[in-house]
Every structure is written in C-alpha cells, then in structure tokens.
C-alpha cells in the first residue's frame, strides 16, 4: 500500500510539473506521454510519434495539448478524431476546427491539420505556420484561396515509408499558406480544402483522421494549443473577415521572373511550363510554353481573392514572345455567381516573329461575384511555343512600362518594316543626314551600318516571307551529312582551355518534382552546368512528361535508353530499330528534336546493334556505380579522385536520376568542380568543343 501510495503521489508530481511547464493544461486533466503512444481522451483521439530524441506531450480536456521536442529526427504530436475508413469527407459533411496555439518552433517544423485516407493510401497538410523552412520544397500546383488566406497546393510523393499500413508508397498533399498569411489562431475549413484539391485532380479516399499536429523534423520547439475545436457536419462556421492585402516594396502583388523555377504558373490544356534560359527578356530566364495543341493551351497563374478581389480593379502585365509571328491574348477565366465558367479578356498584343511584346492592362476590374481565377497567356492563331517573362500583377493604376527593343529593319521608327526603311537607311548612308535606329538598321550585328545592311532590308521587305513550318525547336539545324550525328550543340559557354567531364544520367523519367531527378537538375543549372539524360520510352507519361520538358528548357541534352530497356544485343534487326524509333518519336513529341544519341542499355554493344542503331553510341569510361549501392560518398570520392589525377577530363561519366545517393552527390559535385575550375557538359557538347564529330553505329566512352 504504501508503494501504491508513493506510486500515486509520484504521478501527481509528474502531472503538477509538466502544468507547471505548460500553462493552460490542468494538473487533473492532463495525460503525459513520453513514447509512442495512442488513446483517447475526453473525446478526442491523441497521438504521440517519432523515430528518435526527446518528445514530451501533455493532453488537456477538449483536444487541447502541450508538447515540446528536442533532438529528434521526425516527431508529430496530435489530437483530434479518427475514423474507420468508411466515409469520404463528403458523406462526414463540413469539417471545420477552431484554434490557438503559442507556437514556438527552433528549425523545421509546421503546425497544421493533419490527416490521412485510405483507398487511396494519402496523408495530408494543412499548414498554418512554420518553423524556419516553408514546406514542401516541390514546385505548386496552384493557389486557393479559404478562409481568407491564400494557400500554395502540392502532390509529392514518399516511396517505402512509414504510414498508417506500415512502410508503403503513397502521396502526400498539401495545403500551405503563403509567407503573408501565416498564422496560429483562427477558423480552419477542412472541407473546403479538401473540395479545392478534388477541383485539382487531387483526389482523397475515405478518411482515417482529421488532426491538428505539430511537427517537428530535425528541430526542437515547443507548443501550446489551448484551443482544439473540431466539428463534424452541420453548417460552416462563419469565417474571419479578409484583410486588406498589401503589395511588395515594389509596389506589386506577384512579380514572376522565373529566375528560380515557375513561380507557380502552370500549363494550360496540354501545354506544359519550364523555366528556360532559351530565351529571356530581362534577366537570365523566362517561362518555355511547349506541347500546345490548340491556341487555348498556354500558361496560367491562380489569383486569390483574397489579393485581386472580386468588383476591384487592379494592374496586369506580362511579356510575350514566340519564334513565329503572334497574337498574344491575356485572359482571366473565372466562375461566375451561379457557378457557370466564364472568360475575360484582359489585355492583347500583336508581335512579330521573335520579337517580344508587352501584354498590359493598368486598370483591369475582376467581375463582382467571381472565384476560382486563373489569369494565362494564350495565342489567337497558332499552337506554336512560345515564352512569357516579367509578369506582373499590382494595384490599379500602376503603370509597367519595359523598354522594348527595336523591331529589326524599322529604320524609321515607326513601328512598321517597309520601302520608308530603304529610303530613311539609303539616306544615312549617302548623305548621313537622316534619322535612323542605329539598332533595328544593324541587320547583320556586326556593330556598324553600312550596304550590307541596305542589302538585308531589301530583301527583308522586298522577298516575300514564307514561314517555315511550325515546330517545338525553332532552331534551324544545318546540312545533315550521311553518317554523321546531327550535332547542333552550342559550346559558346564553354572554356576550351579548362577541364571538362559529361555527366550522363539514365533511366528517367523519375517524374517526382520533389525527388532526385529534380534534385540533379537543380544542382547543374545553379551552377551553369549542362548535362545528358538517357530517357526509358516506356517510363515516360502525362505525369512526367514536364521532367523532360524542363531538362531540355534548361539546355540539357535529351537522349534515347531504347523502349523497354532491353539488352540490345538479344534482339534482331527490327527489334533493335523499334526499341529505338519508340522512344524517339515520344523525345521529338516532347521536344521537337529529332535526332537523340544512344545509351545501350547495360552497355551491351555488338555488329547487330551498331549496323542498326542509326545514331553514335555512348558507353562511359567512369562508373560511378550508384546502381550498385554506391553510397555518396562513395560517388563523390570516385569522381573527386579521378579530377585529382587527371583522368577525368573529356571523359563519361555513368550515373542514374533515380537515386538520391546521387542527387546528394551532385549537390556536392556541381558547385565543388565549378569552384575547381572543371566544367559539367553534355556529351555533343564535349566531342563539338574539341572539334571532333560523332558517327551512327560507332561507340563513344570519351574524347581524345
């Protein structure tokens, strides 16, 4: 009796401490978890987990807890309701909670309504705040505006990781608020998220939980939620007044650059978005517009109501431009009041073939009753790519105005390419004495003005124009000779006095903006770097076609690993040429190249092949062995060593996108050899600097 009682006193000392720490959780209410652990209490179900460190939870009456973290790996502490996976969320009716939470997080973390369902297998975020990095790290979906807070949605995807199945594959969706709107009190209408992501093809099964969590990853913090309100069916609660928004100190509500990715905007129809550094009009980057098949396919941006308000009028801008001659159209799509789809138009423009053009419109008034609005740049003529840059959305009024470049062959300035061209450049050449635009007369750019340029406007404005046919790639590659790989590589970039390896990368497309094909993507263009990419036909999809999309905007070289990965050298003559054409008609759909070296699967080369294989066939002369279970460091050290003695250089390198260990070591490796002095190429890029070409059916692991 006496060990009960001490037992006892012992419990409520524990009890008294962690009140004493976390204010607001009674003495007598509180459940204090340590471990791992699941229950109920006071109708609420908790949850206590986490893979490592020191976790301390204390559960109160009405859902409310208290937790703190410190030395862990992952951790999440959370009260709410589970469900038996019988019901969607729309047969619960609304779902809404109500909270207040003093927020303290030293790291990553997230406070946010938290969940999963079953058919399909998909965990889900709502996130209010966070610590010191904005989850997810994948490019968006889009933005929704609930509750009067503008939201970021993505889809990523966990492979063989921990869930409510044990370890399993399944995505994850989310809901993040923007910088502007985080928070840690208010109104939460799950419902309403979750109708936003059914709208985007995000679709949830029968739900398991509806929680409110805290998280912590690789962090320490502390949390006191002492408001846990969750209700299930009846009417919506009715939700906080919007606040007035606020631009940026430059005066705008979004200004995208694409200087860094997307920026949130998305294909339209079957039109698929990059960040490219193909063209540019301020900056070093624009958005590359491909795979259009009608003139509605283009890019598009969600508004929030929340910022560009329904019946206010605010200032749009955008620049376009394509390699054919073009009439741009900024529109606002929109639902009216009864629901019905709606369109506007918000600003058109007239270029000409190359030439950017500003799409503007400083008083534009959103209609009264309209939500879901989504502002994208279409054409009115052609499916031709094309590239937009400096969007811009800000207060009514603001006037954006860019500095255009001359129109080539305008002599005059008058905005039109004619005979008064001729007669104004004939002028100035004979007599010096008329004005001209030094600029849009220099048609062969070779800084003066003199008859050659008079020659070139002659046959610009007397020759009639005949537009080539219409493809994804408007560069015009030169006389093909028989036998020798179509090399088009711009080596302009690249230094011929220093060091140079071509990294190749096989196996994709991985498809998963978040995981490691990205991830190598990433790490070669914020170095400057180039590098080839080996695609498998029969992996690629509608899911991931944009990984491709994106790796060719971004100057890399897209290449051919046959249909179905076969070992080549089992396979008769027809079998070898379908493996090959298979794959090349999808890379030239996506792309609107033709030709694509080859990577033989597992290297396996014979005559057969060769005779058949139409194009050179690139082997490695380095293996960085991440197919073999190469840790990174492991990776890092192999290609490190070789730098160091040399043997590297004009050399191919082996690797694969779909494993992280590589995406960690071109992380490493990219700004590592940059700063060394050394350069990433492709592998046309690598024979084409050192002046050697490349031939069908003969086998290539380096340069010499």
């Given at each position: ?30 459940v204090t ?57 729309e ?8 909270f ?22 998909i ?19 889009g ?8 939201y ?10 921990p ?6 594959t ?12 985080k928070?840690?009190s ?5 419902s ?21 969590n ?29 606040t ?6 430059d005066?705008?509500?979004?200004h ?37 098949t ?39 799509q ?10 506007a ?6 270029a000409?073939?190359?030439?950017w053009?500003q ?13 879901s ?6 054409t ?37 390419v ?16 008329a004005?001209?635009?030094s ?19 002659k ?33 302009s ?20 903006s ?14 400057g ?11 690629i ?17 897209i ?12 396979l ?21 190249k033709?030709?694509?070296l ?10 057969t ?20 279970n190469a ?5 890092i ?12 250089n004009n ?29 990433i ?24």
């Amino acid at each position: 009796m006496k060990k009960q009682a001490r037992s006892f006193l012992s419990l409520l000392a524990s009890a008294a401490l962690c009140a004493a720490l976390f204010p607001g959780i009674t003495a007598s209410a509180a459940v204090t978890l340590t471990e791992n652990k699941t229950g109920t209490y006071d109708g609420y179900s908790y949850e206590l987990w986490k893979d490592s460190g020191t976790t301390t939870m204390v559960v109160g009456e009405k859902g409310t807890y208290s937790c703190e973290w410190s030395n862990i790996n992952n951790c999440l502490f959370r009260t709410g309701q589970k469900f038996d996976c019988t019901q969607t969320y729309e047969e619960m009716g609304n779902i809404q909670l109500d909270f207040e939470c003093d927020y303290h997080p030293n790291g990553n973390s997230y406070l946010c309504v938290y969940g999963w369902s079953r058919d399909p297998l998909i965990e889900y975020y709502i996130v209010e705040s966070w610590g010191n990095w904005r989850p997810p790290g994948a490019d968006s979906l889009g933005k929704i505006t609930v509750d009067g807070g503008t939201y970021d949605v993505y889809k990523t995807l966990r492979e063989q990781q921990p869930s409510i199945d044990g370890t399993a594959t399944f995505y994850q969706y989310w809901s993040v608020r923007t910088e502007d709107c985080k928070r840690t009190s208010g109104t939460i209408t799950v419902s309403d998220h979750f109708k936003a992501w059914d709208a985007m093809g995000l679709n949830l099964g029968k739900l398991y939980e509806v929680a409110l969590n805290v998280e912590g990853w690789q962090s320490q913090g502390t949390a006191n939620v002492t408001k846990n309100e969750l209700t299930i069916g009846g009417d919506p609660k009715p939700t906080e007044p919007a606040t007035e928004p606020e631009p940026d100190a430059d005066g705008y509500f979004f200004h995208s650059t694409y200087e860094s990715g997307t920026d949130s905007w998305q294909g339209r129809g079957d039109a698929k978005v990059a960040a490219s550094s193909a063209q540019a009009f301020a900056g070093s980057q624009s958005l590359a517009v491909t795979g259009r098949t009608d003139t509605w396919n283009g890019c598009a941006y969600p508004l929030s109501t929340a910022v560009f308000q329904p019946g206010k009028a605010y200032s749009f801008s955008a620049m376009a431009m394509a390699q054919t001659a073009e009439d741009f159209k900024l529109t606002l799509q929109y639902e009216d009041a009864s629901g019905e789809e709606q369109y506007a138009s918000v600003a058109t423009a007239s270029a000409g073939k190359g030439e950017w053009v500003q799409l503007a419109n400083p008083s534009y008034t959103i209609p009264a009753g309209a939500s879901s609005l989504l502002l994208y740049v279409e054409t009115d003529g052609s499916t031709s790519p094309f590239f937009v840059d400096e969007a811009i959305g800000a207060p009514e009024g603001t006037e954006i105005t860019v500095d255009l470049p001359a129109k080539e062959g305008d002599v005059n300035g008058d905005g039109e390419v004619s005979v008064l061209d001729i007669v104004a450049l004939q002028k100035f050449l004979v007599r010096m004495d008329a004005q001209v635009s030094s600029e849009a007369a220099d048609l062969d750019h070779n800084g003066r003005l003199d008859v050659i340029d008079l020659v070139m406007l002659k046959q610009l404005v007397l020759t009639p124009q005949i537009d080539p046919p219409l493809t994804e790639d408007p560069t015009e590659a030169p006389e093909r000779v028989d036998g020798v790989f179509y090399n088009t590589a711009d080596v302009s970039w690249i230094d011929k006095s220093k060091p140079m390896v071509a990294l190749c990368f096989d196996d994709g497309p991985w498809g998963d903006s978040s995981g490691s094909a990205y991830r190598i993507q990433n790490a070669l263009a914020d170095n400057g770097f180039h590098a080839t990419f080996f695609y498998w036909g029969n992996r690629i999809n509608s899911g991931n076609e944009a990984e491709i999309a994106r790796a060719d905007s971004l100057g890399f070289e897209i290449a051919n690993h046959t249909y179905t990965h076969p070992d080549l050298t089992t396979l008769d003559a027809a079998g070898i040429q379908s493996e090959i054409k298979q794959t090349a008609d999808i890379l030239t759909r996506i792309t609107g190249k033709q030709d694509f070296l080859l990577r033989p699967p597992y290297l396996a080369v014979n005559d057969t092949v060769k005779a058949n294989a139409g194009t050179p066939l690139i082997t490695c002369a380095v293996d960085s062995g991440d197919w073999n279970n190469a840790t990174t460091q492991e990776i890092i050290n192999k290609v490190t060593a070789k730098m160091n003695d040399g043997s590297l250089n004009n050399n191919v390198v082996l690797m694969h996108e779909t494993y992280d260990t590589t995406a960690e070591a071109m992380e490493y490796l990219a700004p590592y050899m940059k700063q060394q002095g050394w350069q990433i190429v492709t592998v046309s890029e690598m024979f084409k600097a050192n002046g050697k070409d490349m031939y069908d059916g003969e086998v290539y692991a380096y340069v010499r």
